[in-house]
Structures are given as structure tokens and as C-alpha cells.
């Protein structure tokens, strides 16, 4: 069974930058091929898609961003690690939130504990 493992997390001033990583464990035969995606959930909202990277044999490593996090945010993968970093850069209080990472389509595994990232005004 994958063991999603999210970290990079903290507490940083707005304008402030963040790196974070996400260690899919256990996903070795599969990782490279599937879309991955960075989600993230504030107090009392849904969990929503901030970014994803398609994998390269399809769509040669093709990004998309939620439009509040675009010019941002840089989501990135290094397939030989199993791994997806999200560069978060110019964070602002409306970044606050828990974030987590998982497959992008309908066969999502287990949910890690996921990463605070908190951004004080």
C-alpha cells in the first residue's frame, strides 16, 4: 500500500517562500505514470487542487495552477525519488492551510497527514 509522506511545512511571514515535498513510498512501479497533484485545505473549507504535473510520457511534465496560486507556485517532480516538491513563493495569509499531495484521477490512495503551512500578515 502507497504511504504518502508530506513535509516542508512551517509558519513564514507573507512574501515569504516555501518548499515542500512529498514522498509517495511503495509507489515505485506506478509513480512515473500517473498525474500528481498538490491539494490543500483551510478551516472549515473543502480540500481543493492547487497544482498538478502530468507525468512525461504523455504530456511531458505539463503543469497546471489553481488561478490564485499561478506565477507562484512551481510544482515539480523527480520520478527516480517517487517524489513531487511544490516551490511556494510571494505567500500570502490566504496560503494558510494544511497541504497534501496525491494521484490526480478517481483512484486517489490513502491521505497523509499532509504539511501546515501557515503565513502570518
Known amino acids: 500500500q502507497v504511504q504518502l509522506v508530506e513535509s516542508g511545512g512551517g509558519l513564514v511571514q507573507a512574501g515569504g517562500s516555501l518548499r515542500l515535498s512529498c514522498v509517495a513510498h511503495?509507489?515505485?512501479?506506478?509513480?512515473?505514470?500517473?498525474?500528481m497533484g498538490w491539494y490543500r485545505q483551510a478551516p472549515g473549507k473543502e480540500r481543493e487542487l492547487v497544482a498538478q504535473i502530468d507525468n512525461n510520457l504523455e504530456n511531458n511534465f505539463k503543469t497546471q495552477y489553481l488561478d490564485s496560486v499561478k506565477g507562484r507556485f512551481t510544482i515539480s517532480r523527480d520520478n527516480g525519488k517517487n517524489t513531487v516538491y511544490l516551490q511556494m513563493n510571494a505567500l500570502e495569509p490566504e496560503d494558510t492551510a494544511v497541504y497534501y499531495c496525491n494521484r490526480v484521477d478517481h483512484n486517489s490512495w490513502t491521505w497523509g497527514l499532509g504539511t501546515q503551512v501557515t503565513v502570518s500578515s
Open positions: 511503495r509507489s515505485e512501479v506506478i509513480f512515473r505514470f500517473l498525474s
